[in-house]
């Protein structure tokens, strides 16, 4: 079963490995009412040649995946100004440091100066800055797939980064594996598409009135990476918690993600990268010395081209533990985000008014309000409390 047989959505992820193996580029990627990206086939010009069926990464999952490993590691870099920059621990960044030595092109997703979510390259690791962070919004991977084996048939050391399933997208469209590409591949929650993304960003212009110049969505104080940050044409800057933030309350509560992203083959521990990374949450019931506020790393090495990154890694803090210890605060890395019910009725109002779809749907509870609002210090107070209200009952 796959997507061009049956044309249901759930089976296709938009990963374009069909449209860039295609001999006769007649794929073409055609977004839906929601701007999911889907492939549609010249029936003229196709030459029956089937390559589109043997890339797809739903189709070939498991010739696509690595074997599941039982040690994972927490991470975190020892440079402040990095960890401060990164979503979590800067655990791609130390990747990035140990693999790009000499002659290599990084790959990865970034927020451009219009906001758009696409994939691009760069040639020097002192540009790596503009893949950090996490962007809740489907990258466009347009080209990349092409340039990277064009990089790699040119001998340069690749490293390729994006979610499971445009790791194995990209694996099925170089058809063999090359010794000098590293993959990283990231546990993902579901991906919302670009306009779903432009939607709220024209909610937020109408509400202050002039244009949206710059945008974090894991933005770190000190006492959390949790934050949105936006800037606006005025230079005015606006910071608010996650928990209370009409986009991310959409995303967290799956209202947003295409279809796939609830079938996905990939949230899984058989990853399909060298290496997975993503935030260890829960990392703070395992080792103290981890700064939960600052963020910290989880890691994966799945294949021993990964494994032997290990040694190479400076300048960070390393501490190996059990992977159900990650999968028991990460629930993507067991299993897919989970089809909220109201995910259609949700689409069809964004569609015309986000901020309305937002309210009606995954407006958040008094007490996510009040939590959000409340210092670490006090949580951990109730939290005390509750817990000897518990023992005595």
Not at 324 to 350: C, G, H, V, Y
């Amino acid at each position: 079963m796959n997507y061009f047989e049956t044309q249901d959505k759930s089976l296709c992820c938009g990963c374009t490995a069909c449209a860039s193996i295609c001999p006769k580029s007649c794929i073409t990627m055609t977004p839906d009412q929601d701007g999911f990206d889907y492939p549609v086939i010249d029936k003229a010009r196709c030459i029956n040649c089937e390559l589109c069926k043997k890339v797809c990464p739903f189709a070939n999952s498991d010739r696509l995946k690595n074997k599941a490993q039982d040690e994972c590691y927490a991470l975190a870099i020892n440079d402040q100004e990095i960890l401060y920059k990164s979503a979590s621990g800067g655990a791609f960044t130390a990747i990035v440091n140990a693999f790009c030595d000499n002659n290599y092109r990084i790959f990865g997703s970034i927020m451009d100066s219009n906001l758009k979510v696409r994939h691009a390259y760069s040639d020097s690791i002192y540009d790596v800055s503009k893949f950090r962070k996490s962007k809740y919004v489907k990258s466009d991977i347009n080209n990349t797939y092409y340039l990277a084996k064009k990089a790699l048939n040119e001998g340069k050391k690749v490293l390729f980064t994006g979610t499971g399933c445009q790791i194995a997208g990209l694996k099925g469209y170089l058809q063999n594996d090359y010794d000098n590409l590293l993959t990283v591949d990231l546990i993902c929650h579901g991906v919302p598409s670009q306009k779903l993304f432009d939607n709220y960003i024209e909610y937020l212009k109408r509400k202050h009135k002039q244009d949206i110049k710059n945008f974090i969505f894991r933005y770190k104080k000190s006492d959390s990476s949790n934050y949105i940050y936006y800037e606006l044409e005025n230079g005015k800057v606006n910071v608010k918690k996650g928990q209370l933030d009409y986009y991310m309350r959409a995303f967290l509560v799956n209202l947003m993600s295409m279809p796939a992203c609830y079938n996905c083959h990939f949230a899984c521990r058989e990853r399909t990268g060298d290496i997975t990374i993503a935030d260890f949450w829960g990392i703070e019931h395992y080792n103290q010395n981890f700064n939960t506020g600052q963020g910290a790393s989880l890691v994966i090495f799945n294949t021993e081209k990964g494994r032997k990154l290990i040694n190479q890694l400076q300048n960070v803090k390393l501490f190996k533990t059990d992977i159900n210890n990650a999968i028991k605060f990460n629930e993507n890395l067991s299993r897919p985000s989970q089809l909220n019910k109201n995910r259609d009725k949700f689409l069809e109002l964004a569609r015309v008014n986000f901020k309305k779809a937002a309210k009606k749907y995954c407006k958040p509870s008094l007490k996510i309000r009040i939590t959000a609002i409340m210092p670490n210090w006090m949580k951990k107070i109730i939290k005390a409390l509750l817990k000897k209200l518990r023992i005595k009952i």
